[in-house]
């Protein structure tokens, strides 16, 4: 449709760009790592001494709260007027996911810092540099008889955090991409997926801790258990949208086939970020050949396939509208 | 609702002169390369068997507006006219009501920095009873916009009268702007 006169420019404007769609990565990976820190805690920690499961939960608690922080910095950098952001805390709209989105980071966020001061309570205390921040440290400790109601709420909040971004996007029936019941279910299981590898990478570089052919298995178990999760809930995506009324079909279509988006979601989402790991897994269990760098590698694929999933959605969401 | 406004467009009559978008601009101060009414229009058929098709493109103030219910902040909201405005002061420009939009009728106005959109000329004339400016402008009157409430005005006239077409209704939305369509069907 040509107009008679004037810019069509804003009718296919990208509204939310590459901010948003890091954003919604960086808030996935800081759920799925507490998420999967706080797993491990509970169900491997006690029983096994072998450090690479604390290594876990310490990755966890460091990578979970600079995710987030880098998130909510991007979030509002991002708005046409950044300095206007406190209107957000202070009027809610009950129906908007946005505000509860707002809620859930409020509580999210101070908890998820409170589990990290928790988790390297002694390595605080030891630091002279931290030494002014005695009270603080003395606040938390306080907690620390707590501790397992913290992590319970922790959970919880985790699982809001990382699903409400899915409903943010899907609650939007005006883009028939992102308006499916699928997309919170597909965010919160690539944020587990990239929660685990981003735990294993941070663990085994900042938390040295000696890696049993045993612990390398089980992880890379870990990590296939949730792709093979991920490619099914992808292909449901796709299919419910082919069967969904109006404009759905068609830019589902479109989606899967046309442009540089197409590429990205067949070359990025499902050959880098599922179909590699898969083969490395495979060759690795067939082989019984459990090397530190398949796991290195392997994580950090996973990661990067999770990040463009993201960039994917977004872009592909307010580009192939049917 | 205190009242029911309506907004008529009829394709029969428009002749895609831009008119309503010029007086728009003139009205609202809209910066240059963005729109809040633009009147599209594509050339159908096989020579000599041609015709047009047109396309307004608006906010269509929706009775059931995905705009407010996604609005984090209530910038965007429904005045007990049923009308949907913006207040600028708490609008933190986060384009998600832009995105909600299924009529594509919102904008980020670079000047100002806050979400705009076409509000019926409500501060400026229908406050004071008057038309909007596009209304008033049109040559050919094919806009006409009243109260649906008032039995003798020419929207219920023609709204009884003309078969009314609203743009996505499927998503009930429930839009304030009805379009009476082409009477010389549809040509592919």
């Not at chain 1, 046409?80 to 966020?109: A, D, E, K, Q």
């Not at chain 1, 907690?143 to 959970?155: C, G, N, P, R």
């Not at chain 1, 809001?160 to 997309?183: D, K, M, R």
């Amino acid at each position: 449709m040509s107009p008679m006169w004037g810019s069509v420019e804003q009718y296919s404007t990208i509204h939310w760009s590459w901010a948003i769609a890091i954003y919604l990565f960086l808030a996935g990976l800081s759920s799925g790592s507490i998420i999967v820190a706080l797993l491990v805690k509970w169900n491997r920690h006690e029983r096994s001494n072998s450090s690479i499961w604390d290594a876990m939960i310490k990755a966890g608690a460091v990578v979970a709260p600079t995710a987030i922080f880098l998130g909510l910095l991007l979030l509002v950098i991002d708005l046409g007027r950044p300095l206007s952001f406190y209107w957000l805390l202070l009027r809610y709209n009950v129906t908007s996911v946005m505000s509860l989105g707002v809620l859930f980071l409020l509580i999210y966020t101070p908890i998820v810092i409170v589990f990290m001061l928790l988790v390297f309570e002694r390595s605080v205390i030891r630091h002279p540099i931290l030494a002014p921040l005695e009270g603080l440290i003395n606040l938390v400790k306080s907690f620390h008889s707590y501790a397992k109601v913290i992590e319970y709420f922790l959970f919880v909040a985790a699982l809001c955090v990382g699903s409400y971004t899915g409903f943010l996007l899907s609650a939007l029936y005006a883009i028939p991409l992102w308006n499916s019941p699928l997309l919170p279910v597909i965010f919160l299981t690539s944020s587990l997926s990239s929660g685990v590898a981003v735990n294993i990478l941070v663990g085994l570089l900042f938390f040295k801790s000696a890696l049993n052919t045993e612990s390398i298995k089980y992880l890379l178990v870990l990590d296939t258990r949730v792709i093979l999760t991920e490619l099914p809930l992808l292909a449901l995506f796709f299919i419910g949208l082919f069967y969904a009324g109006g404009d759905a079909p068609t830019a589902a279509k479109a989606a899967l086939t046309e442009g540089f988006w197409a590429g990205i979601f067949w070359l990025g989402v499902i050959g880098v970020g599922l179909g590699l790991p898969l083969i490395t897994v495979i060759i690795a269990l067939k082989s019984h050949v459990y090397r530190v760098g398949y796991i290195v590698t392997n994580s950090m694929v996973v990661v990067l396939g999770v990040l463009m999933l993201r960039y994917y959605i977004i872009y592909a969401g307010q580009i192939y509208f049917g | 609702m205190e009242k029911q406004y309506r907004l008529l467009y009829d394709e029969n009559l428009c002749i895609g002169c831009q008119a309503c978008s010029v007086a728009c601009r003139v009205e609202h101060n809209v910066p240059d390369d963005f729109y809040r009414v633009q009147v599209h229009m594509q050339t159908l058929g096989i020579f000599p068997n041609l015709g047009m098709r047109y396309e307004r493109l608006s906010c269509v103030m929706c009775e059931n507006p995905p705009c407010v219910s996604v609005c984090p902040t209530h910038a965007s909201f429904q005045s007990k006219d049923g009308l949907v405005h913006i207040d600028e002061r708490v609008c933190i420009t986060c384009k998600y009501c832009i995105l909600a939009c299924p009529y594509h009728a919102r904008f980020v106005n670079p000047l100002k920095n806050v979400v705009e959109k076409c509000n019926f000329c409500y501060d400026t004339r229908v406050s004071k009873e008057l038309k909007p400016a596009c209304v008033t402008t049109c040559p050919t009157e094919a806009l006409s916009f009243g109260d649906m409430r008032q039995k003798n005005s020419l929207v219920h006239q023609k709204s009884q009268k003309e078969v009314l077409l609203f743009p996505k209704e499927h998503l009930g939305t429930k839009p304030k702007v009805a379009f009476i369509p082409s009477r010389k069907g549809v040509k592919s």
